[in-house]
């Protein structure tokens, strides 16, 4: 019986290395609390929630998220959607239901705005949570768009967006459609 207590608490132990507290960690960047370095503290969003309930949140920064929630209070759980902005226990694609530090990796190819679920269990009649928001910029440039970065003040790689690009293409077949459709016109007429 000794044994398997012992088993177990050094298997918690080291779950426990994986994911470091919150309390010690210094909001991303400085590589303290056992964070990356390359995680960038967003956001730190702080609530209660009923037994029973839901708090819904809205992400819409681009790229590869990571929320971080720890009850403070109760038990709050996490569900994490880009098909809805109110996800739940029925209707999620991500979700973290511990009864202490929720981890989910909201991956950047996810649709934007991202619905963000916190419930509370009915366990209590009251939970309160704190989670942190880290973009993620760790994330491998893709290898087939090629390698088109620039470097900015830091020599950190910046990426342009391609917005310019893509609307210059959809005026280009704008205007091939509206060429074409003048042309059979004028064959019709003449």
């Given amino acids: 019986m000794l044994c398997c207590g012992a088993l177990v608490l050094l298997l918690l132990a080291q779950a426990r290395g994986l994911l470091p507290p919150l309390e010690d960690d210094d909001g991303g960047g400085g590589g303290g609390g056992g964070l990356p370095r390359e995680f960038v503290l967003l956001h730190v969003v702080q609530g209660h929630i009923g037994a029973g309930n839901y708090s819904y949140l809205r992400l819409n920064h681009d790229g590869r998220i990571v929320l971080l929630m720890r009850s403070l209070k109760g038990d709050a759980d996490l569900y994490?959607?880009?098909?809805?902005?109110?996800?739940?226990?029925?209707?999620?694609?991500?979700?973290?239901?511990?009864?202490?530090?929720?981890?989910?990796?909201?991956?950047?190819?996810?649709?934007?705005?991202?619905?963000?679920?916190?419930?509370?269990?009915?366990?209590?009649?009251?939970?309160?949570?704190?989670?942190?928001?880290?973009?993620?910029?760790?994330?491998?440039?893709?290898?087939?768009?090629?390698?088109?970065?620039?470097?900015?003040?830091?020599?950190?790689?910046?990426?342009?967006?391609?917005?310019?690009?893509?609307?210059?293409?959809?005026?280009?077949?704008?205007?091939?459609?509206?060429?074409?459709?003048?042309?059979?016109?004028?064959?019709?007429?003449?």
């Fill in 80 to 190: 994490v959607s880009d098909k809805t902005l109110r996800p739940s226990f029925d209707t999620y694609k991500l979700q973290s239901t511990t009864c202490g530090q929720d981890v989910v990796v909201v991956p950047g190819d996810f649709v934007r705005p991202v619905g963000i679920g916190v419930y509370g269990h009915p366990s209590y009649l009251e939970s309160e949570f704190e989670m942190r928001v880290f973009y993620d910029q760790t994330v491998a440039l893709d290898p087939f768009k090629g390698s088109d970065s620039e470097a900015d003040a830091d020599g950190r790689k910046v990426f342009p967006r391609g917005a310019e690009e893509d609307f210059q293409e959809e005026e280009s077949i704008f205007w091939t459609i509206l060429i074409g459709l003048l042309k059979i016109i004028v064959e019709i007429l003449f």
